[in-house]
């Protein structure tokens, strides 16, 4: 655990331009996990929908 925050420490000032695309990312990666689930479970050939 330390070598991360070591890490994330020696990283995190060179991000400083591009943090809220960082933000954008990680908040798009959040949302299409679980659309990405849901489109399987909804769709008309889906095992759960028999």
């Known amino acids: 655990m330390r070598e991360v925050r070591t890490a994330f420490r020696r990283f995190w ?12 990312v990680v908040v798009c990666v959040v949302v299409a996990a679980p659309a990405a689930t849901a489109s399987i479970c909804c769709s008309p050939s889906s095992p759960t929908m028999r």
Do not use: F, H, M, N
């Not at 000032?13 to 954008?24: F, S």
């Open 13 to 24: 000032p060179l991000t400083c331009g591009d943090r809220k695309w960082l933000v954008a």
